[in-house]
């Protein structure tokens, strides 16, 4: 069986909160705190982007996985913002990770999904025979233009797994992907921010594919909602994945450590795959794990995983996404996160 | 930079690829052909810890034009355990805050943009531990 051999992620230290951007725009913070359930989001520094979030997240995954990095055959990087338009983010994260020559590596881009579909691929080609070693990861420095609702989401961050058939932290025990063209949210090419349907993006599209890539996942490994300790669902805002869960038959303790979105924002591709971090942190032997993406366009993949005795043994190797959400961390009033993100036009 | 010269410095900004002279056992940071301590030219291939102790800083509050939206930022060297020393940026913290004796872990970050079109050069910076 293949699983995951080692995980890590990084969430960069500057934050923002909801308020401080409703402040901005004359919009009352308390009902855009309800509304969305977002507290703040990570905002990535001058110097952070998808490659340097990756490389993090991988470093800690490789630490986690105790493995030599040339042994990873294959390498993928999910995101809707590599840094650039042409030349690979994977080429400098295998490079900086010590993966380099004998790998396969791509780019991968499906809106907030990129992150499981590289995810899956790895562990295609692990389960296959044709890679010893995979890693897939999600990672995103997510842009939202001014006062639109995506703003109080659009954050930073990124998760790294391994994955491998042997010293498994995690076996992986069924996988399922359901997809379909809906056009619910988009980035044209040359256009700095995306856009999205506003309410089209909710019962058509989030709630749709996840509602529908969870039953399917559920009906085939004949696993019920109760049989989980843990699910994480997509996280675009606070509620999405709540409400989600709910009409799954998830209660709100087995999504409680997941949902890290409410202290980070929404990371895009790196959305659900930290708050699989997150519950991988804390995670008990023979813990049942539920995890299902949504990347607009659409789709859903889903995972249903299982925790081993050797996870609780390598958590310590890398550091936790609570250290990450609670530790050091700096706020940034409106006008220094508008430099941050480049929103001021500046003269050559 | 030219691509060129940043690719073949990818040992050092990617790596931390360090030399420690087998004649006075001095570790240089990058590596070198002659040891500056005792002219040695025998040299075995380290890699410098990501992890290190600031030797002395500075406050830089008006740097080059590529780096003006940064300022003011903190420069400093950095002493790691195998006694390599290099000159690194100290971020994510106030740049007054950045003493010697500050303990840094040495964190992948970009270093420059080449312009609007140019290419994006990478490498290490500190970052204060905890």
Known sequence: MAGIVGYGAYIPRNRIKSEEIARQWGK?????????????????????????ISVAAG??????????????????????????AVKPSGTIVSEVLGVTPEVHVADFEFACKAGTEAMFVALGLVESGRVEYAMGIGADTSQGAPNDALEFSASAGGAAYIFGKERLLVEVLDTYSYT???????????????????????????????????????????????????????MPNGKFPLSAGKQLGFTKEQMAVGWVVP?????????????????????????????????????????????????????????????MLEGPRHYLTYGEYAKYREKIILND | MPSPRYWREKANRFHLEAARCQGCGGVTFPARTIC???????FETLYLSRKGKVVTSTVVHVGPNEFQMEAPYAMAVVETPEGGRLMVQV??????????????????????????????????KGVPVG
């Open chain 1, 28 to 52: 009352d913070p308390q009902a855009i705190s309800r509304g969305l359930l977002i507290q703040e989001k990570s905002v990535p520094g001058l110097d952070e982007d998808t490659i340097t």
């Open chain 1, 59 to 84: 470093r800690g995954a490789v630490a986690r996985a105790g493995i030599d990095p040339a042994l990873i055959g294959a390498l993928y990087i999910g995101s809707e913002s590599h840094p650039y």
């Open chain 1, 180 to 234: 379909t063209d809906t056009p619910d949210f988009w980035r044209r090419e040359g256009e700095f921010y995306p856009r999205h349907g506003g309410r089209f993006t909710g019962e058509p599209a989030y709630f749709k594919h996840v509602l529908s890539a969870t039953r399917a996942i559920l009906d085939r490994s004949g696993y019920k909602a109760s049989d989980f300790r843990h699910a994480i669902f997509h």
């Open chain 1, 263 to 323: 202290l980070m924002g929404n990371s895009y591709s790196g959305s659900s795959p930290t708050g699989l971090a997150a519950v991988l942190d804390i995670a008990d032997p023979d813990d049942l794990i539920l995890i299902t993406s949504f990347g607009s366009g659409a789709a859903s993949d889903s995972f249903v995983l299982r925790a081993t005795d050797l996870l609780p043994q390598r958590v310590e190797r890398a550091a936790t996404v609570k250290s």
């Open chain 2, 36 to 42: 500056p301590a005792c002219r040695g030219t025998e």
């Open chain 2, 91 to 124: 971020v994510d913290c106030e740049p007054s805050d950045v003493l010697p004796g500050l303990e840094v872990s040495l964190e992948f970050r970009l270093i420059r943009r080449e312009g609007h079109g140019g290419i994006l050069c990478y490498g290490h």
